[in-house]
T-cell receptor
Framework: AQRVTQPEKLLSVFKGAPVELKCNYSYSGSPELFWYVQYSRQRLQLLLRHISRESIKGFTADLNKGETSFHLKKPFAQEEDSAMYYCALRASGTYKYIFGTGTRLKVLA | GAGVSQSPRYKVAKRGQDVALRCDPISGHVSLFWYQQALGQGPEFLTYFQNEAQLDKSGLPSDRFFAERPEGSVSTLKIQRTQQEDSAVYLC?????????????FGQGTRLTVV
């Protein structure tokens, strides 16, 4: 069965510190992996997808098929990064997203 | 338009009452999705439309849940005889193309509370 695991419900870091939000998945095929972000009182929005291999707002994520992970990283956290982050998987050729339970990131001044 | 619009933003229903939740997708978007997000959980897939065709309703939790998109634009999710376990945020998303190859844009959701 397809599953996405985000082991941390809450992650607090100080401004300027590195951030890593963990995401592990289980899927036997070739997945598409995404990170979605929800800022306070805003809608869920796409942050990045692994196939584009781009950096958005300083965040990067690398798909590690050996470890079945897609951790989200940023070298220097900013206060405006405080939000709820969801990792999501989509099986290739399908349209359904399978979401993790989310990690709330708090960046402290 | 301004994005995917959902109404109402909040709905309180008495147990046993029927509710209808509306989604206005981005104009021209072919694909439309409904997700259910319970408190402390990630969104869970309910159903998928490609234009007016409901191609997948495998995520609907019971036959009390019904969704339609009769003209391939606005969609309505109806829940009959609401139960407390139906309390959740219902999210609608749309994407430009058929299938899953283009970005899905989410609405702000409807928070349903069944009392």
């Amino acid at each position: 069965a397809q599953r996405v695991t985000q082991p941390e419900k809450l992650l607090s870091v100080f401004k300027g510190a590195p951030v890593e939000l963990k995401c592990n998945y289980s899927y036997s095929g070739s997945p598409e992996l995404f990170w979605y972000v929800q800022y306070s009182r805003q809608r869920l929005q796409l942050l990045l997808r692994h196939i584009s291999r781009e950096s958005i707002k300083g965040f990067t994520a690398d798909l590690n098929k050996g470890e079945t992970s897609f951790h989200l990283k940023k070298p220097f956290a900013q206060e405006e990064d405080s939000a709820m982050y969801y990792c999501a998987l989509r099986a290739s050729g399908t349209y359904k997203y399978i979401f993790g339970t989310g990690t709330r990131l708090k960046v402290l001044a | 338009g301004a994005g995917v619009s959902q109404s109402p933003r909040y709905k309180v229903a008495k147990r046993g009452q029927d509710v209808a939740l509306r989604c206005d997708p981005i104009s021209g978007h072919v694909s439309l999705f409904w997700y259910q997000q319970a408190l402390g959980q990630g969104p869970e897939f309910l159903t998928y439309f490609q234009n007016e065709a409901q191609l997948d309703k495998s995520g609907l939790p019971s036959d009390r849940f019904f969704a339609e998109r009769p003209e391939g634009s606005v969609s309505t999710l109806k829940i009959q005889r609401t139960q407390q376990e139906d309390s959740a945020v219902y999210l609608c998303a749309s994407s430009l193309a058929a299938g899953g190859n283009t970005e899905a844009f989410f609405g702000q959701g409807t928070r349903l509370t069944v009392v």
